[in-house]
């Protein structure tokens, strides 16, 4: 019989946390991986579902306690759970994505949905961000079950859909009370095994000029929607959308990214839009940011008044920080200086996670860390690092011994 271990903060010894790290299985977290980035959860149009019943397969052999819960037509998330004793009600939870950017127009070296290993290296959309950072993190819940060691609290495992595009699975996990009792939170995207507290959020914006059609032999009795764009876009991209500093993080940007207009060559267009993604610090609100831009199209409108012109919000997603001196950043500096036997410094980066959907409006502690170089992400040619994964899940297991 499996023995268990009850360790707090205080009598976490080196023989437990040696034997905890010796018991990280290279190999599962290699058939983990391989067998995600196998399945094609491309998004769009967002295909997680037999991606999430693989892990659910492997989470059931592991011993796990498991629930695939639909989200929408062929999504599903997964909610993986290892049980505490029972003495305390809050949790730790490991969250990460099921879906993946496409694999794009250029040629891979290796099939991208092969997931072949070279070098040591597992190759394929996906391996970075993310299915191996989920891979790293059920390996560390699959290594404590079988140790039989037991935290206070539940550590939970919630694989999500749609993050690359709208974020639709962790929104669902949040509405649905996923984040109940949930005390810690660990987002496992893909940071060099670096520590990160802190990362950018998201707005976008799509400014549409309107104008009025007319026959293209004819454009004096139009009015061209794509013209008056060419004028108003340069006062758009001047908007200062500068925030509060941040030690971790650069400043806010803004950058147009798409612009389309008009609906035939034989006609005055009467529409124009252009999108905008700015990436916000925290401290800064949405709304100022808006208001930004709608003041750069009034003055735009006073002198061209025959052009309409208005703002959408597309997309909102928050800034997210946690201070330094909170119990998890400890418990993961901890965990990472008895795996790597460094010191790491928390640190920000400039990309958004499902952390902007779940850590606002619960004030969860959160940080980010996993395997995986985030020069690769959204790559042609992404692949990771075997080693990185038996790092990342070495510490995810060590952290939670390290926090109760």
């Known amino acids: ?50 991606a999430a019943m693989i892990l659910e397969g492997i989470a059931q052999e592991a011993g796990l306690r498991v629930e695939l ?40 070296d290796h099939p991208p949905f092969g997931a072949a290993v070279v070098d040591g290296e597992i190759w394929g959309r996906g391996s970075v961000d993310m299915k191996g950072g989920i891979a790293a993190m059920l390996g560390a819940l699959a290594t404590l079950n ?21 974020c639709i699975g962790s929104r669902h996990l949040l509405a649905t009370g996923g984040m109940a009792d949930v005390a810690w939170l660990v987002v496992g995207e893909p940071t060099d095994l670096e520590l990160v507290t802190a990362h950018k959020g998201c707005l976008r914006l799509r400014v549409t ?28 991209a001047r908007v200062d959308v500068g925030g509060p500093q941040h030690e971790l993080l650069s400043p806010a940007t803004s950058a147009p990214t798409v612009i389309s207009g008009g609906s035939a060559i034989n006609i005055i267009p009467d529409r124009c839009w252009v999108d905008f993604d700015i990436r916000t610090v925290p401290g800064q609100m949405d709304d100022d940011l808006v208001q930004r831009f709608a003041t750069a199209i009034r003055h735009f409108h006073d002198a061209e008044p025959d052009i309409d012109v208005h703002i959408d919000v597309s997309d909102e997603r928050s800034a997210v920080e946690t201070p330094p001196e909170a119990p998890l950043v400890d418990a993961f500096q901890n965990a990472m200086a008895s795996v790597s036997g460094r010191m ?61």
């Open 344 to 404: 790491c410094s928390p640190r920000g980066v400039s990309f958004f996670t499902d952390a902007s959907i779940l850590q606002p409006p619960t004030g969860v502690p959160t940080v980010v860390f996993g395997p995986g170089d985030t020069a690769l992400m959204h790559q042609t040619n992404e692949r990771v690092r075997i080693d990185d994964l038996v790092v990342a899940a070495r510490v995810l297991a060590l952290t939670p011994v390290a926090l109760w």
């Open 69 to 108: 819960v639909t989200v929408a037509e062929g999504r599903s998330n997964v909610t993986i759970c290892l049980p505490g004793d029972g003495s305390d009600p809050r949790k730790l939870l490991y969250c990460g994505h099921l879906d993946t950017v496409v694999t794009g127009d250029s040629s891979w």
């Open 1 to 50: 019989p499996t023995r268990t271990i009850i360790a707090s903060v205080t009598d976490v010894n080196d023989s437990l946390t040696a034997r905890i790290q010796d018991a990280v299985d290279r190999a599962e977290l290699v058939d983990i991986t391989q067998r995600l980035v196998q399945v094609d959860s491309t998004n769009p149009p967002g295909r997680e579902h037999d």
């Open 209 to 236: 000029a309107c104008g009025v059609a007319a026959h293209a032999s004819q454009p004096e009795l139009g009015r061209n929607a794509v013209l008056a764009m060419t004028r108003l876009l340069p006062l758009l």
């Open 146 to 166: 079988r140790m039989g060691i037991r935290r206070p609290g539940d550590i939970v495992l919630a694989t999500v859909v749609g993050e690359e595009v709208d």
